[in-house]
């Protein structure tokens, strides 16, 4: 406001904001809701910044110097929880939407990332995608596959009422 009231005393013009209502307004509320870009996301404090500067001045805030402490108090533990979220969130992606299909990691990972609320991967114990979907092969979670065309996914359904339907089912289909 001062910089702004000693440029209009020197006859500089500034900008003036959007009025309210008006399509630039509007366009700037969109932009300001739409993902952004992941470079400017801080998962600590859950907060998108929209440009280096925004997330530069974020950096120096009090709030996030005071998340920061706690996060250093405690490190393993909240980048356990951050990486178990995500996981839940891939596993249930993969399962509500593909269920026991053969799909591209790459794939089920794009629709994950849709949502503008989901964890960030680089808030995650694992450094790339092909690190998780790995762990998800060892922990049999997934069936897990690469091909030349990338790594790709299986869910592996454990759910003892699903997996009597299908086995009654088998024995149906045996049976005729």
Not at 50 to 71: A, I, V, W, Y
Request: proline share 1%.
């Amino acid at each position: 406001r001062l910089l702004s009231f000693l440029l209009q005393r020197e006859g500089v013009s500034t900008m003036p904001k959007a009025e309210k209502g008006s399509a630039k307004d509007i366009a700037n509320k969109m932009k300001a809701k739409g993902l952004q870009k992941l470079k400017f996301f801080c998962q600590m404090c859950n907060k998108q910044c929209r440009d280096e500067n925004g997330f530069k001045c974020h950096l120096t805030s009090d709030s996030h110097l005071r998340n920061m402490k706690s996060f250093c108090s405690n490190a393993t533990g909240m980048l356990d929880q951050f990486s178990a979220e995500f996981e839940k969130t891939y596993l249930d992606t993969l399962y509500r939407r593909h269920r026991t299909k053969k799909m591209s990691a790459n794939n089920v990972y794009q629709e994950v990332i849709q949502d503008k609320e989901h964890v960030h991967m680089n808030a995650t114990k694992w450094a790339t995608l092909t690190d998780f979907v790995q762990y998800l092969g060892k922990m049999g979670k997934c069936v897990v596959e690469e091909t030349e065309r990338g790594w790709y996914v299986t869910f592996i359904e454990r759910d003892p009422e699903i997996l009597a339907q299908q086995e009654n089912y088998k024995r149906r289909v045996e049976a005729e």
